[in-house]
């Protein structure tokens, strides 16, 4: 196969489905491969870069079995724990973003699901931050209901963050307390309510390059508007502790060929930049359009939100929020 006339095929409108015989990802030249994901970058997105910045608003006991995550209760890590912070608090990191030039601000909370007196304590959040400040507002609070979207939405939220994490196939060996299909239905009432669907997944976690291939074509086929990627950095207390960490390569490869099956949706550097030259520098020239930035960025964070509008004026992108546009 040849990456680059691939590039160019799907630039003029081509799409690789399920029915692709996509392996060739798997064994191309990983230099032509990113130069070809960068031009679909470049044509189908443009230049800008999309920031995104966000607040753990609840953190610790969460009930969900995840084998990656320290903020679950099966697993016994050093988490801080917390129930929903402070309106004030949230209304000033969300004011500090802002005036730091990030696209977005999201609440991401831990747990199942945001309900009760919490979730409403999380609605009045947004409409205070929509009040008050121009960017643009997500949130990232487990499996909501129809309702429960509709009102963020009211409340001022674009974009709703729900990782299905990997392949469906790997899924069971990564999380026993819901399903790969619940993530599912949580994006389809994403989508129904007319939001940004925001939802990607770690690599790096035991599954095979078959299940990142199925993952992409899988986050294709949901229309899914931005896609994080995360690369696992192994944390201490989980059942993932000691998995062998990720090579710039492999990371470079999987986010290139995401580009290539994706290549109108936002591909966002998540955690696991530390483990990327410069943070990820090259990863926004092999396809890699927006990232999360700022403190919260990753468990060994490096980079914050002016060393990554450094980086990204240096490659020539285009770093100004659309909520400061004429």
Not at 30 to 53: F, M, P, Q, T, W
Not at 168 to 186: E, G, L, M, S, W
């Amino acid at each position: 196969m040849d990456v680059r006339k691939l590039a160019q095929e799907i630039i003029d409108g081509k799409r690789l489905t399920r029915e692709d015989d996509l392996s060739f990802f798997l064994t191309c030249d990983l230099e032509e491969l990113c130069e070809g994901a960068d031009r679909i970058r470049e044509r189908c997105l443009g230049d800008k870069v999309d920031l995104c910045s966000i607040i753990n608003g609840r953190s610790g006991r969460c009930p969900e079995d995840c084998k990656y995550c320290a903020q679950s209760a099966h697993n016994h890590t050093n988490c801080e724990v917390y129930d929903f912070l402070p309106e004030e608090k949230i209304v000033e990191a969300c004011r500090l973003h802002e005036s730091e030039g990030v696209d977005r601000f999201s609440i991401v909370t831990a747990g199942k699901a945001l309900t009760g007196e919490e979730f409403e304590k999380a609605v009045h959040a947004y409409e205070t931050m929509r009040s008050q400040c121009k960017i643009e507002l997500c949130a990232s609070m487990g499996f909501l209901n129809a309702e429960q979207l509709r009102r963020l939405h009211e409340a001022g939220v674009t974009s709703y963050h729900h990782n299905i994490e990997t392949s469906k196939r790997n899924f069971p060996n990564i999380c026993t307390t819901h399903t790969y299909d619940q993530k599912v239905a949580t994006l389809k009432l994403v989508k129904a309510e007319g939001m940004c669907a925001c939802s990607g997944g770690i690599i790096g976690m035991g599954e095979s390059w078959e299940d990142r291939l199925d993952m992409a074509v899988s986050l294709a086929e949901l229309e899914i508007d931005s896609i994080p990627i995360n690369a696992l950095m192994p944390i201490p207390g989980t059942p993932l502790a000691h998995q062998e960490r990720l090579t710039e390569a492999e990371i470079l490869r999987t986010i290139a060929f995401f580009r290539y099956i994706n290549p109108e949706a936002n591909i966002r550097l998540a955690a696991g930049r530390a483990l990327m030259t410069n943070d990820g520098e090259r990863a926004f020239e092999s396809g890699a359009s927006a990232t999360i930035t700022g403190n919260m960025l990753t468990t060994a964070a490096r980079a914050t939100i002016q060393s990554d509008k450094r980086m990204l004026a240096g490659l020539g992108r285009d770093i100004t929020p659309a909520w400061v546009r004429p």
